[in-house]
């Protein structure tokens, strides 16, 4: 049994790297992302208007907090992402990693990601990390800077979607190893 939890902003990389984690290893993938962004679809408003709306109700990220621990608990053999999710269930996964990358190549990602103008992405980007931090730390008192929780920190920066993967993969093999034995072999 294994858990594994991505967190990062948006853009840097944390899905990308969570996605080929559950493929290579065989876990379940959990996104509580998808959880906001269908709660926002569900309302027919952007993510960026939602996260306006969890400003002032906190009730939205406390429920898909709830969704997130309880999907967490009632799995084994899962790599959850969200930008939260490793404070949410900090105390029961293996290991949590949070990937980063700087602004300007975050948002020309995002841009590419969803076919927006960079002005476009840029503003939004900055409107939902905004968002994030002041909810996050009200409704938890959780600065999502600091990242003094993670086993992992890795900056994608400069290097490619192959060698940030070696590197976590590294990583897992070895912890995985010390605590339940390897899974890749």
């Known amino acids: 049994m294994v858990k594994i939890v991505f967190s990062g902003p ?4 944390k899905t990308t790297q969570a996605k080929r984690v559950a493929e290579y290893y065989g876990l379940k993938y959990f996104s509580a992302g998808s959880l906001f962004r269908e709660y926002a679809r569900r309302r027919g408003i952007s993510l ?3 996260s306006r709306i969890a400003l002032e109700d906190p009730s939205i990220d406390l429920e898909i907090d709830r969704m ?3 999907t967490v608990r009632g799995s084994n053999d899962i790599v959850i992402d969200g930008h939260l999710a490793a404070w949410i269930v900090s105390d029961i996964v293996d290991l949590k990693i949070y990937v980063t990358a700087p602004l300007t190549l975050r948002i020309l990602r995002v841009a590419g990601r969803d076919n927006t103008p960079l002005g476009k992405a840029l503003a939004e980007t900055l409107i939902r990390e905004y968002s994030q931090r002041r909810r996050f730390m009200e409704y938890y008192g959780i600065d999502i800077y600091d990242t003094s929780i993670f086993d992992l920190t890795i900056n994608t920066k400069l290097i490619g979607v192959e060698e940030a993967f070696n ?3 590294s990583t897992i093999d070895k912890i995985l190893k010390e605590k339940h034995g390897s899974m890749s072999e």
């Open 167 to 169: 590197i976590i993969k």
């Open 68 to 70: 997130t621990l309880e």
């Open 48 to 50: 960026e208007e939602l």
């Open 10 to 13: 948006p853009g840097s990389g």
